[in-house]
């Protein structure tokens, strides 16, 4: 839904299409950007605050409006000194940078300016730059709730670029004149640039284990900021790549802190890493090889299991290691501590350099092919009753417990229905878990097993 005004109107369903082109917002810090992308897409934008400078990558937000569909980037906050010929240096220097591009990059650019505060030294060095760019530019007057700030608006005429379009992001006013204005300069041809048809992989891992630095050598450029503070990334940045041909969808996410020293900010950033799980299809847990795997790594790889995603397995920073002992001392202190996920491929990699990186993509490959396989009812009965013949489950209660009738009920992950006649024991469970990998595969995927107690009475069956 987008407000205009004292009204509510109805945003459209997306277009079957998929998107026509990528609108990039523009602006100075804390003028409101990313509450204007959560208010034109009608769902939860990037994280907002009061405090400036909060989005500092390129954080694409799917968007529709008029039967179209698009993407709107929102961008971390441009300052006069980022602009200049010197530009600047440190994480506020990177955060302009990716802004920069994303500019270079669009086919619309909203310039959102303030209009309470008005024109700043900040506004007229980004004119300047935008005056240079080719695609449409169009002026924002945000924070605009009243006639009298309709009227305010009136000064950015001079910043050269039309007619302002006045509204409040926080409240929709003005919100609907402005997205059809947007449709009215999208391209008519489809850029295909976030369809929902592409596998999604999710870079998780601690914070400042290289994430970000993954994501660059994958992406084939600077797409997320990279920086020696733990905490760079703050929300899940989504882009699509292509290798081989293939197309996927890349998320990297914010480093997922223990509860305990997660406050402030971190809290949204770890909610969006879990949500950036939920809807991806396999999961990159990354561990620092100097470093080895903990308890955090350990939380990580059982939240990908429950989540039923696929999951592989990077050891990073391994330009670090020297000498094939302490490599095979390293990487095996890493392993023992995911016992759990053994079923997961491994790559060995280093981010900085870009060893390995490329090996990453034929794994993961492996990974979503095992999603699809579903072995068939009647070959998964005969194996399940040749494993409880190899080795019975154990007796519950002095009875014999046995598995009546066995299928397959989903893939994605891989879930089989065991109709017994008692309590099967976790540890059984595990043995037939690694008899089906042994037999099938099921690559980098859990298995899940839901058991149903049948229980014959009286030439009746009962189901409990």
């Known amino acids: 839904m987008v407000e205009t005004g004292d009204s509510t109107v109805s945003v459209p369903a997306p277009a079957v299409d998929g998107p026509v082109g990528v609108v990039a917002v523009i602006g100075r810090p804390n003028v409101g950007k990313s509450t204007l992308v959560g208010r034109l897409s009608g769902r939860r934008g990037p ?15 799917e968007a529709s409006w008029q039967g179209k569909s698009f993407v709107l980037q929102d961008t971390g906050g441009i300052v006069e ?12 220097g990177r955060v302009a940078d990716q802004a920069v591009g994303a500019i270079g990059a ?6 959102v300016v303030d209009a309470i505060v008005g024109v700043t030294s900040d506004e007229l060095a980004l004119a300047q730059r935008l005056r240079r760019q080719k695609a449409p530019v169009v002026l924002v007057a ?9 009227l305010a608006a009136a000064e950015l005429w001079g910043l050269g670029f039309g007619e302002p379009y006045p509204l409040s992001a926080l409240h929709g006013r003005g919100s609907g004149d402005l997205l059809d204005r947007i449709v009215e300069l999208l391209p008519d041809e489809p850029s295909g640039l976030l369809t929902t048809d ?26 997320a900021i990279v920086h020696a503070d733990p905490g760079t990334t703050r929300d899940a940045i989504d882009t699509v790549i292509e290798v081989n041909g293939k197309r996927y969808r890349l998320v990297d996410t914010a480093g997922i802190r223990r509860r305990a020293k997660t406050s402030g900010l971190e809290i949204p950033s770890t909610g969006r890493t879990r949500s950036a799980l939920a809807r991806s299809d396999v999961a990159v847990l990354i561990v620092d090889i100097m470093e080895g795997a903990g308890h955090q790594e350990q939380r990580i790889a059982r939240a990908i299991s429950e989540a039923g995603v696929g999951i592989v397995l990077v050891l990073n920073k391994w330009d670090l290691v020297e000498g094939e002992t302490e490599a095979k001392a390293l990487a095996g202190a890493a392993i023992d501590k995911l016992p759990f996920i053994g079923y997961a491929p491994l790559v060995r990699t280093s981010a900085l350099t870009g060893r390995g990186a490329m090996k990453l993509i034929p794994k993961v490959d492996e990974v979503l092919e095992a999603r699809t396989l579903r072995v068939p009812t009647a070959e ?22 046995r598995i009546l009738y066995a299928t397959q009920a989903e893939t994605a992950p891989p879930t089989v229905v065991l109709f017994t006649n008692g309590e099967l024991g976790a540890g059984w469970l595990r043995y037939l878990e690694r008899r089906m990998r042994e037999t099938y595969g099921f690559t980098g995927n859990p298995i899940h097993f839901v058991t149903r107690r049948q229980e014959r009475r009286h030439g009746r069956r009962d189901e409990g």
Request: charged share 25%; hydrophobic share 40%.
């Open 380 to 401: 998964l009965n005969t194996f399940v009753q040749d494993a409880q013949q190899s080795n019975p489950p154990p007796r519950v209660n002095q009875r014999e417990v």
């Open 47 to 61: 994280i907002v605050g009061p405090i400036p400078g909060l989005t500092r990558d390129r954080l694409d937000v």
């Open 81 to 92: 000194e980022a602009l200049g010929p010197d530009g600047m240096e440190g994480l506020q």
């Open 106 to 111: 669009a086919d619309v650019v909203l310039f």
């Open 198 to 223: 592409i596998p999604a992989i999710a870079l998780l891992g601690r914070p400042n284990v290289g994430k970000s630095s993954l994501f660059n050598r994958l992406v084939g450029e600077e797409r």
């Open 142 to 150: 945000n924070k605009v709730d009243n006639l009298a700030g309709e």
